[in-house]
Nanobody, 119 residues
Framework: QVRLVESGGGLVQAGRSLTLSCAVS????????MTWHRQAPGKQREWVAS???????SYHDSVKGRFTMSRDNANNTVYLQMSSLESEDTAVYLC?????????????WGQGTQVTVSS
């Protein structure tokens, strides 16, 4: 059974940094596509960043240059390092694991962690 647990969220002042973690069990982070998403109050969930099994990363334009996604294969954990935080970054941040099993795409989600940026 695949399980994802996010942590590291909190209240931070604008301009500061925060690092989120997503600990995965049941599947390897370097064998799947790992993605960070966020959902602000009253808004739709939006994609933030992704990392493929080979380690290639991609970022939403709004976070490019400020956020960095990385992973620790030994601990089967992915991270989202967020710097120069803005009030617009306030949201629940969720990670997901996407994989194809028997020709079917399956996406597993964590429960999310709240990030609040005060201006």
């Amino acid at each position: 059974q695949v399980r994802l647990v996010e942590s590291g969220g909190g209240l931070v002042q604008a301009g500061r940094s925060l690092t989120l973690s997503c600990a995965v069990s049941g599947s390897a982070v370097n064998a799947n596509v790992m993605t960070w998403h966020r959902q602000a109050p009253g808004k739709q969930r939006e994609w933030v960043a992704s990392m493929t099994g080979s380690g290639t990363t991609s970022y939403h334009d709004s976070v490019k240059g400020r956020f960095t996604m990385s992973r620790d294969n030994a601990n089967n954990t992915v991270y989202l390092q967020m710097s120069s935080l803005e009030s617009e970054d306030t949201a629940v941040y969720l990670c997901s694991l996407s994989r194809i099993q028997s020709g079917t795409l399956t996406v597993h989600w964590g429960q999310g962690t709240q990030v609040t940026v005060s201006s």
